[in-house]
């Protein structure tokens, strides 16, 4: 809404901003990152070390780690969650959005890191707690040509089938890795710095939109 006057022959704009929508930009928005991979000079935990520092000045990315969650087993389960399950579970269910950094084994997803999913998703009745309608995103980083582009692709089902809301609106495949970070692990590559900003900045523009039935 503007609001005009005159001052001395010349029209004075003055912008009224509406409260809900400065509300909306100065929510600071909280995201969990998560590697799927334990190796310590990991791509792919260095891509997502890249991606704290790289988050719009609206939004905060947290490290969460898969380290010392333990094999799914039915009868563990039946004692109880195991601590660092639930603390991740706590983690996710209070975020505002989740990326996923992937890394990509065999042509598809590791199993350490499906392992994590699917503890997480137990038990069942917890799902919508922890996934329901939660913005998640994919990225990753590989040695190869093809920068997990079959590891993000066998993400889907798992992410649709948890009732998660992906971003479909930008994509990050980092291929030739080794090529992409120096020997401490600093992405140096600035084509792919760059794509990583736009693909950061989308998807925490996509985490601000309210799912349709939600802006009812």
């Known amino acids: 809404m503007k609001r005009g006057c005159r001052v001395r022959g010349r029209c004075t704009i003055i912008r ?3 409260p809900a929508s400065q509300s909306k930009r100065s929510v600071m928005l909280k995201l969990i990152g998560i590697s799927g991979s334990l190796r310590r000079g990991s791509f792919n935990t260095a891509l997502l070390r890249a991606a704290t520092g790289m988050m ?5 990315l947290e490290v969460q780690s898969i380290r010392g969650i333990p094999l799914y087993d039915g009868d563990v389960e039946t004692q109880g969650i195991p601590a660092a399950v639930s603390v991740l ?4 269910a209070g975020a505002d959005g989740v ?3 992937t890394p990509e084994y065999n042509n598809s997803i590791p199993g350490v890191f499906k392992n994590t999913i699917d503890w997480l998703s137990r038990p069942s ?4 707690r922890v996934f329901g309608a939660k913005p998640f995103a994919l990225i990753g980083a590989s040695p190869g040509n093809f920068g997990t582009i079959l590891s993000q692709a066998a993400w889907l089902p798992v992410l649709r089938t948890l009732g998660t809301r992906p971003w479909f609106g930008g994509r990050l495949l980092v291929s030739r890795a080794g090529q992409a970070f120096d020997e401490t692990g600093t992405l140096k590559d600035e084509a792919v710095r760059e794509q990583l900003r736009q693909f950061l900045a989308g998807y925490v523009a996509f985490v601000r939109e309210r799912p349709p039935h939600e802006s009812k």
């Open 16 to 18: 009224i901003l509406c």
């Open 56 to 60: 719009p000045d609206d939004a905060e």
């Open 99 to 101: 990326l996923l950094i």
């Open 125 to 128: 009745a917890d799902i919508k």
């Open 89 to 92: 579970k706590d983690a996710i």
